[in-house]
């Protein structure tokens, strides 16, 4: 079964608006972190953003915030203000435990910000 | 404080060679994974390492191999080569114990088998 699900292969936004990227997971362990990596075309992961499972509020970065609903295991990304540059692949990715060895990570949604 | 560095950026073998990739972790990192992103896909886990010993291990035949070394820089190897092989290799370092566990990956070696 998978572990994270992004069921959004690719996304288009208009420059300086709002998108939301979904993501979801299963894990049945109680601590966890979860992770929002940017790849761009050069290949390196950038880390967005993170929230751990005992977090109480959602996690902020910027322009980039984190909608964590614990209930239902989704952890979707918010990028408010879209510019051009944020044109990428985004992965979200879980760590399983305090100290996961394993970060596994969701298949990627693609986004286009046109402008 | 220098990043985490990955060579070489890109590199063409044939199949039934072996291959030897390289990273030096960020200053203070004593914990490297290593991850196989075939196009198109996301990272794939390989193996962690932790003061040189392997502490973790994904889905990978023995022919993936590791090494950490004193100044936790590392290396991974692939033995005879395969076609499927070829992928993005990725190196990520943290600390060990860390407020997020948060991992800072290198830029990649894009390894081409034919």
């Known amino acids: 079964a998978q572990k994270i699900t992004q069921t959004q292969p690719g996304m288009f936004v208009q420059e300086k608006e709002a998108v939301t990227l979904d993501c979801t997971y299963d894990?049945?362990?109680?601590?966890?972190?979860l992770f929002w990596y940017k790849q761009p075309s050069s290949g390196e992961m950038i880390f967005l953003i993170y929230q751990g499972s005992y977090d109480q509020q959602n996690a902020t970065e910027g322009r980039y915030s984190l909608n964590f609903q614990k209930a239902r295991k989704s952890a979707n990304l918010v990028i408010s203000a879209s510019q051009l540059g944020d044109s990428a692949m985004y992965f979200c990715?879980?760590?399983?435990?305090?100290?996961?060895?394993?970060?596994?990570f969701g298949p990627g949604t693609r986004l286009s910000v046109l402008p | 404080e220098t990043g985490v560095t990955q060579s070489p950026t890109h590199l063409i073998k044939t199949r039934g060679q072996q291959v030897t990739l390289r990273c030096s972790s960020q200053s203070g990192h004593n914990t490297v994974s290593w991850y196989q992103q075939a196009l198109g896909q996301g990272p794939q886990f390989i193996f962690q390492y932790y003061r040189e010993e392997e502490n973790g291990r994904g889905n990978f035949p023995p022919r993936f191999s590791g090494l950490q070394f004193p100044n936790y820089s590392s290396e991974l190897n692939v033995n005879a080569l395969e076609l499927d092989d070829s992928a993005l290799y990725l190196c990520a370092s943290r600390p060990l114990a860390g407020e997020d566990n948060e991992q800072f990956f290198g830029p990649g070696t894009r390894l081409t088998v034919l």
């Open positions: 894990t049945s362990d109680p601590s966890y972190g």
């Open positions: 990715a879980m760590r399983e435990g305090w100290d996961g060895q394993n970060f596994v």
